[in-house]
Protein backbone atom coordinates (compact mmCIF):
# COMPACT_ATOMS: atom_id res chain seq x y z
CA UNK A 1 0.00 0.00 0.00
CA UNK A 2 2.78 2.21 0.85
CA UNK A 3 4.31 2.17 -2.38
CA UNK A 4 1.40 2.61 -4.53
CA UNK A 5 0.33 5.90 -2.26
CA UNK A 6 4.43 6.68 -3.06
CA UNK A 7 3.75 5.75 -6.57
CA UNK A 8 0.94 7.91 -6.58
CA UNK A 9 2.85 10.69 -4.88
CA UNK A 10 5.27 10.68 -7.16
CA UNK A 11 3.47 10.93 -10.19
CA UNK A 12 1.56 13.86 -9.21
CA UNK A 13 4.69 15.65 -7.92
CA UNK A 14 6.17 14.85 -11.73
CA UNK A 15 2.77 15.93 -13.37
CA UNK A 16 2.66 19.30 -11.04
CA UNK A 17 6.63 20.06 -11.74
CA UNK A 18 5.95 19.63 -15.63
CA UNK A 19 3.12 21.61 -15.23
CA UNK A 20 4.61 24.38 -13.63
CA UNK A 21 7.90 24.44 -15.77
CA UNK A 22 6.10 24.13 -18.83
CA UNK A 23 4.28 27.13 -17.74
CA UNK A 24 6.85 29.26 -16.85
CA UNK A 25 9.20 27.99 -19.96
CA UNK A 26 6.25 29.26 -22.20
CA UNK A 27 5.92 33.02 -20.55
CA UNK A 28 9.70 33.72 -20.66
CA UNK A 29 9.56 31.96 -24.26
CA UNK A 30 7.11 34.38 -25.36
CA UNK A 31 7.41 37.05 -23.42
CA UNK A 32 6.66 40.92 -23.36
CA UNK A 33 4.71 41.98 -26.71
CA UNK A 34 1.20 39.79 -25.93
CA UNK A 35 0.98 41.77 -22.63
CA UNK A 36 2.19 45.01 -23.54
CA UNK A 37 -0.04 45.36 -26.46
CA UNK A 38 -2.82 44.58 -24.28
CA UNK A 39 -1.78 47.13 -22.05
CA UNK A 40 -1.58 49.88 -24.69
CA UNK A 41 -4.77 49.17 -26.58
CA UNK A 42 -6.74 49.47 -23.02
CA UNK A 43 -4.86 52.49 -22.76
CA UNK A 44 -5.40 54.69 -25.47
CA UNK A 45 -8.94 54.00 -25.69
CA UNK A 46 -10.31 54.79 -23.15
CA UNK A 47 -8.17 58.00 -22.62
CA UNK A 48 -9.36 59.15 -25.98
CA UNK A 49 -12.87 59.42 -25.05
CA UNK A 50 -12.75 61.36 -22.04
CA UNK A 51 -10.53 63.35 -24.51
CA UNK A 52 -13.42 64.32 -26.97
CA UNK A 53 -15.92 64.19 -24.44
CA UNK A 54 -13.93 67.29 -22.58
CA UNK A 55 -13.45 69.39 -25.95
CA UNK A 56 -17.12 69.16 -26.84
CA UNK A 57 -18.17 71.14 -23.60
CA UNK A 58 -14.92 73.18 -23.06
CA UNK A 59 -13.64 75.23 -26.19
CA UNK A 60 -9.78 73.95 -26.89
CA UNK A 61 -8.84 77.45 -28.61
CA UNK A 62 -9.39 80.67 -26.75
CA UNK A 63 -12.94 82.22 -26.91
CA UNK A 64 -12.06 85.90 -26.35
CA UNK A 65 -10.21 87.99 -28.94
CA UNK A 66 -7.52 90.18 -28.49
CA UNK A 67 -8.32 94.41 -29.49
CA UNK A 68 -7.22 95.12 -33.43
CA UNK A 69 -6.67 98.89 -32.35
CA UNK A 70 -5.19 100.48 -28.84
CA UNK A 71 -8.69 101.43 -27.27
CA UNK A 72 -10.56 99.62 -29.71
CA UNK A 73 -13.81 99.76 -28.07
CA UNK A 74 -14.07 103.37 -27.61
CA UNK A 75 -13.17 103.46 -31.20
CA UNK A 76 -16.76 101.86 -32.61
CA UNK A 77 -18.89 105.05 -32.38
CA UNK A 78 -20.65 104.85 -36.19
CA UNK A 79 -21.14 101.10 -37.63
CA UNK A 80 -21.09 98.50 -35.21
CA UNK A 81 -22.28 94.86 -36.51
CA UNK A 82 -25.18 94.33 -38.16
CA UNK A 83 -26.26 97.93 -38.82
CA UNK A 84 -28.38 98.60 -41.53
CA UNK A 85 -26.66 101.48 -43.36
CA UNK A 86 -28.50 103.26 -46.06
CA UNK A 87 -26.88 105.81 -48.00
CA UNK A 88 -29.58 108.97 -47.05
CA UNK A 89 -29.01 107.87 -43.40
CA UNK A 90 -25.66 106.55 -43.46
CA UNK A 91 -23.22 107.63 -40.20
CA UNK A 92 -20.80 108.69 -43.30
CA UNK A 93 -21.38 110.88 -45.36
CA UNK A 94 -20.93 110.50 -48.10
CA UNK A 95 -21.72 107.54 -48.24
CA UNK A 96 -21.65 104.74 -51.17
CA UNK A 97 -22.49 101.51 -49.35
CA UNK A 98 -25.73 100.11 -48.72
CA UNK A 99 -26.93 96.95 -46.88
CA UNK A 100 -26.32 95.23 -43.56
CA UNK A 101 -22.78 95.62 -42.38
CA UNK A 102 -21.06 92.29 -41.62
CA UNK A 103 -18.19 93.73 -39.82
CA UNK A 104 -16.93 96.31 -37.16
CA UNK A 105 -15.79 99.88 -37.75
CA UNK A 106 -13.11 101.04 -35.65
CA UNK A 107 -12.59 104.51 -36.43
CA UNK A 108 -9.31 106.86 -35.82
CA UNK A 109 -8.95 110.43 -34.05
CA UNK A 110 -8.57 113.53 -35.87
CA UNK A 111 -4.77 113.66 -34.72
CA UNK A 112 -4.13 110.11 -35.59
CA UNK A 113 -4.66 111.10 -39.43
CA UNK A 114 -1.07 111.55 -39.96
CA UNK A 115 0.99 109.10 -37.94
CA UNK A 116 0.68 105.31 -37.63
CA UNK A 117 -2.14 103.52 -36.43
CA UNK A 118 -1.14 99.92 -36.01
CA UNK A 119 -3.33 97.28 -36.31
CA UNK A 120 -2.29 94.42 -34.00
CA UNK A 121 -3.56 90.47 -34.91
CA UNK A 122 -7.35 89.53 -32.70
CA UNK A 123 -6.76 85.80 -32.79
CA UNK A 124 -3.29 83.61 -33.61
CA UNK A 125 -3.36 82.02 -37.14
CA UNK A 126 -2.02 82.10 -40.49
CA UNK A 127 -2.54 85.16 -42.72
CA UNK A 128 -3.93 83.41 -45.84
CA UNK A 129 -3.99 86.81 -47.96
CA UNK A 130 -2.89 90.28 -48.57
CA UNK A 131 -4.12 92.27 -51.28
CA UNK A 132 -6.57 95.20 -52.95
CA UNK A 133 -9.57 94.75 -53.21
CA UNK A 134 -12.69 97.08 -53.94
CA UNK A 135 -14.16 99.24 -51.43
CA UNK A 136 -10.91 98.39 -49.01
CA UNK A 137 -7.98 99.71 -50.77
CA UNK A 138 -5.57 97.13 -48.77
CA UNK A 139 -7.05 94.05 -46.84
CA UNK A 140 -5.00 90.86 -44.79
CA UNK A 141 -6.83 87.86 -44.42
CA UNK A 142 -6.38 85.69 -41.18
CA UNK A 143 -7.71 81.92 -40.45
CA UNK A 144 -8.27 81.19 -37.00
CA UNK A 145 -9.95 78.59 -34.60
CA UNK A 146 -11.94 81.05 -32.23
CA UNK A 147 -13.99 78.96 -29.66
CA UNK A 148 -13.40 75.44 -31.56
CA UNK A 149 -14.76 77.40 -34.70
CA UNK A 150 -12.77 78.15 -37.71
CA UNK A 151 -13.23 81.23 -38.94
CA UNK A 152 -11.85 83.98 -41.59
CA UNK A 153 -10.98 87.05 -40.74
CA UNK A 154 -10.56 90.44 -42.54
CA UNK A 155 -9.06 93.28 -41.88
CA UNK A 156 -9.97 96.16 -44.29
CA UNK A 157 -8.37 99.71 -45.02
CA UNK A 158 -4.28 98.72 -44.55
CA UNK A 159 -1.80 99.88 -46.04
CA UNK A 160 -0.10 96.71 -47.56
CA UNK A 161 3.66 97.89 -47.88
CA UNK A 162 2.81 97.73 -43.67
CA UNK A 163 2.51 94.18 -43.53
CA UNK A 164 6.04 91.75 -43.35
CA UNK A 165 4.32 88.61 -42.43
CA UNK A 166 4.54 86.54 -45.30
CA UNK A 167 1.83 84.00 -46.65
CA UNK A 168 0.88 81.13 -44.34
CA UNK A 169 2.92 82.32 -42.00
CA UNK A 170 1.79 82.41 -38.89
CA UNK A 171 0.35 85.88 -37.08
CA UNK A 172 0.45 85.49 -32.61
CA UNK A 173 -2.71 87.29 -31.44
CA UNK A 174 -2.13 90.48 -30.12
CA UNK A 175 0.95 90.78 -32.92
CA UNK A 176 0.96 94.76 -34.38
CA UNK A 177 1.41 93.15 -38.15
CA UNK A 178 0.04 96.36 -39.92
CA UNK A 179 -0.28 99.79 -40.26
CA UNK A 180 -3.95 101.80 -41.60
CA UNK A 181 -4.06 103.04 -44.82
CA UNK A 182 -3.80 106.72 -45.31
CA UNK A 183 -7.36 108.43 -45.24
CA UNK A 184 -9.10 109.14 -48.57
CA UNK A 185 -6.23 107.26 -50.74
CA UNK A 186 -5.80 104.26 -52.72
CA UNK A 187 -4.77 102.56 -49.53
CA UNK A 188 -8.49 102.73 -47.77
CA UNK A 189 -9.89 102.82 -51.57
CA UNK A 190 -10.76 106.84 -51.00
CA UNK A 191 -12.31 105.82 -47.48
CA UNK A 192 -11.79 107.74 -44.17
CA UNK A 193 -8.91 106.06 -42.29
CA UNK A 194 -10.32 103.33 -40.07
CA UNK A 195 -10.46 99.53 -39.56
CA UNK A 196 -13.19 97.46 -41.09
CA UNK A 197 -12.84 94.34 -39.05
CA UNK A 198 -15.13 91.10 -40.28
CA UNK A 199 -14.81 87.81 -38.92
CA UNK A 200 -16.46 85.40 -41.57
CA UNK A 201 -17.65 81.46 -40.47
CA UNK A 202 -16.00 78.83 -41.84
CA UNK A 203 -13.06 78.53 -44.31
CA UNK A 204 -14.38 80.13 -47.20
CA UNK A 205 -12.56 84.15 -48.05
CA UNK A 206 -15.60 86.34 -48.50
CA UNK A 207 -14.81 89.99 -48.24
CA UNK A 208 -18.02 91.59 -48.80
CA UNK A 209 -18.87 94.24 -46.40
CA UNK A 210 -22.60 94.41 -46.81
CA UNK A 211 -25.24 92.13 -47.04
CA UNK A 212 -28.53 92.69 -48.81
CA UNK A 213 -30.69 90.73 -45.89
CA UNK A 214 -30.31 90.22 -42.39
CA UNK A 215 -30.43 86.86 -42.38
CA UNK A 216 -27.62 86.54 -44.37
CA UNK A 217 -25.24 88.00 -41.43
CA UNK A 218 -25.27 84.71 -39.63
CA UNK A 219 -22.50 84.20 -41.75
CA UNK A 220 -20.71 86.47 -39.69
CA UNK A 221 -19.76 86.96 -35.83
CA UNK A 222 -19.58 90.43 -34.08
CA UNK A 223 -16.19 90.89 -33.29
CA UNK A 224 -17.19 92.87 -30.30
CA UNK A 225 -18.71 90.49 -28.59
CA UNK A 226 -15.53 87.93 -28.51
CA UNK A 227 -13.61 90.96 -27.45
CA UNK A 228 -13.02 90.95 -24.14
CA UNK A 229 -11.47 94.20 -22.17
ZN1 LIG B 1 -16.92 98.55 -42.35
Redesign the pocket.
Known amino acids: MDTVMNKRLAIIALVLTIGIGSFFVMRSKNPQPEPDQKITTTKTSPEKQPDTKASSTTPTTPSALTLPLSDALSRVTK ?1 PFGILIEKKTSPVQPERFAGY ?1 T ?3 FETLPEEQDIDVPVHAICTGPLIAKKRATGYGGIAIQRCVIADETVTVIY ?1 HLRLSSITAKLNENISAGTEFAILGKGFSAETDGERK ?1 L ?1 LSIHRGKDVNVL ?1 YVQNASSLEAWLDALTLITP
Do not use: M, N, P
Request: hydrophobic fraction near 10%; charged fraction near 20%.
Open positions: KHGVDGHHG
